[in-house]
């Protein structure tokens, strides 16, 4: 079992910068799948990028990619989300998520989720 506790949301202007964290408690890290997903007001949860448990392959959602970087560390026992050239829409609870199966990478199911943490991009 893994405990996710997400940081780093916050306020930013339409083009900047945020980087959300993800820290992971448990010995079982490393062979975890790990996700982010988020939800806006008035909609339904989305997964936006998903890594590997080493690493080695990840994926995005069409809407984020080339903006966004999901990265992990498994030494550390974290998952990262770089977001860059941010946008309105992007507002929205952001939700770290992790799976001890490879399979969720594929279906987007996840058994473990975090608090989530507030992004508001303004105009």
């Known amino acids: 079992q893994v405990q996710l506790v997400e940081s780093g949301g916050g306020w930013v202007q339409a083009g900047g910068s945020l980087r959300l964290s993800c820290e992971a408690s448990?010995?079982?890290?490393?062979?975890?799948?790990m996700a982010w997903f988020r939800q806006a007001p008035g909609k339904e949860r989305e997964i936006v990028a998903a890594i590997t448990a080493s690493g080695g392959s990840t994926t995005y959602a069409a809407s984020v990619k080339g903006r966004f970087t999901i990265s992990r560390d498994n030494a550390k026992n974290t998952v990262a989300l770089q977001m860059n050239s941010l946008k309105p829409e992007d507002t929205a609870v952001y939700y770290c998520a992790g799976d001890p199966t490879r399979w969720a990478y594929y279906s987007g199911r996840y058994e473990y989720w975090g608090q989530g943490t507030q992004v508001t991009v303004s105009p």
């Open positions: 448990g010995r079982t890290f490393s062979s975890y799948t």
